[in-house]
């Protein structure tokens, strides 16, 4: 099964407000993101364009969503109606992206975890690297292959949680379960695939650096949680975040 976003797409926007998405998964990889004052940047699996919109705020000139969902580009364009900033949507697939060096960064939040198998994690990664300059930086965050899923752990209290079926073999469908404010859970299905069948994706896709980035806490997060409420998280955390240069 592969995740069909369209009749989900406005319970997974209200999932973004789950607080270890702005503590965590956004404050890291605002740390990642260079100056992209001037910047002409990608935004692959872009949703209803969180993550497209903070870029375009961040500085970048030219600003681009690509989704596969008609459901989540039409929820970005309502948005970029209500309030404008210049960025554009597409509907396309990511593994299939039409440009040829035009992007000085491409950044992409739970893509990659999409792929069913190296094969089609390598088109992914082909995709990203043609669309970026040299020297270009893919900035992502996907579900962590270093994860080991121990079933006795829960992520609960950060309003979700994880299921497989079998060992963690290459492809292995991990059913991510997220609650909901009002009490209703919705389930996004990725694929396992560990971390050295990533590394040599990026490499044969024509990265010369690859970095995996450990996961920040916000000051305000752990303010208004408390430290220990973060730490099965930070200990375990579920979402790994890469930083590749071409």
Not at 66 to 76: E, P, R
Not at 83 to 94: C, I, K, M, Q, S
Not at 96 to 125: G, I, K, P, S, T
């Amino acid at each position: 099964m592969t995740t069909d976003y369209d009749p989900i797409a406005e319970e997974y926007r209200r999932a973004k407000q789950q607080p270890w998405r702005s503590h965590i998964e956004a404050y890291t990889l605002d740390a990642m993101l260079p100056d992209l004052a001037g910047k002409a940047v990608i935004d692959i699996a872009c949703g209803e364009g969180f993550y497209t919109r903070r870029l375009r705020q961040k500085g970048a000139a030219r600003v681009l969503g690509v989704d596969l969902s008609a459901g989540m580009i039409d929820l970005a364009r309502q948005q970029e109606g209500a309030a404008p900033l210049g960025v554009d949507y597409l509907v396309g697939d990511g593994k299939e992206l039409a440009f040829d060096a035009e992007f000085d960064v491409a950044f992409a939040a739970y893509f990659l975890n999409y792929a069913h198998d190296r094969n089609e994690l390598r088109q992914m990664c082909d995709a990203v690297a043609r669309s970026l300059k040299p020297g270009g930086r893919f900035i992502t965050v996907n579900c962590s292959p270093m994860l080991d899923f121990d079933p006795a752990r829960s992520y609960r209290q950060y309003g979700f949680e994880a299921k497989i079926q079998g060992a963690l073999v290459e492809g292995t469908p991990i059913v991510w379960q997220i609650f909901l404010d009002d009490g209703s859970t919705i389930e996004i299905e990725n694929y396992y695939l560990d971390q050295q069948i990533h590394e040599d994706a990026f490499r044969a896709a024509g990265f010369r650096e690859v970095y995996w980035r450990a996961p920040k806490l916000s000051p305000e997060g752990e303010q208004g949680f408390g430290r220990d409420f973060w730490k099965p998280f930070l200990d375990n955390p579920t979402v790994a975040f890469i930083d590749c240069v071409k």
